[in-house]
C-alpha cells in the first residue's frame, strides 16, 4: 500500500483544513486508518484512528470534539476534517494504514504517507 497525504497549508488560529490520504494498492476497505503529527522538537502524536468499515472512530483527547476522521472506500481516500485550529495543531501530519488488529485506538501501524505540513498562526 502506498499512502500520499495532502492538503496542508497555513491558516489561522480558528480556521478549518482538511487532510486527504489516498491509497493505492489493495483496496482500502481491507485496513484500517489513522492520522499521526508531530511537532518540531515533540514526540509523533496519535490524533485519531478509524476502522475499515468507518463506523467507529478514536480521537486524542487533544482534538475530541474539533477534528473528524472519515474516509470513502469506494475512493480509496481517507480524510481529516480539522476545525476550530489551534497554534499548537501546528505539525507534519501523516496518516497511516494497518492490515492487522481491530482497535482503532492503536498506534501499531503497517504503512506512512509522506507527512503534510500544517501550519496555525495567532
Known amino acids: 500500500v502506498q499512502l500520499q497525504a495532502s492538503g496542508g497549508g497555513l491558516v489561522q488560529a480558528g480556521d478549518s483544513l482538511r487532510l486527504s490520504c489516498a491509497a493505492s494498492?489493495?483496496?482500502?476497505?481491507?485496513?484500517?486508518m489513522g492520522w499521526f503529527r508531530q511537532a518540531p522538537g515533540k514526540e509523533r502524536e496519535f490524533v485519531a484512528g478509524?476502522?475499515?468499515?468507518?463506523?467507529?472512530?478514536y480521537y486524542a483527547d487533544s482534538v475530541k470534539g474539533r477534528f473528524t476522521i472519515s474516509r470513502d472506500n469506494a475512493k480509496n481516500t481517507g480524510y481529516l476534517q480539522m476545525n476550530s485550529l489551534k497554534p499548537e495543531d501546528t505539525a507534519v501530519y501523516y496518516c497511516?494504514?494497518?492490515?492487522?488488529?481491530?482497535?482503532?485506538?492503536?498506534?501499531?501501524?503497517?504503512?506512512w504517507g509522506q507527512g503534510t505540513q500544517v501550519t496555525v498562526s495567532n
Open positions: 494498492g489493495r483496496a482500502s476497505s481491507n485496513y484500517r
Open positions: 497511516a494504514a494497518a492490515y492487522s488488529g481491530y482497535d482503532v485506538s492503536s498506534v501499531r501501524f503497517d504503512y
Open positions: 478509524i476502522s475499515r468499515t468507518g463506523y467507529t472512530k
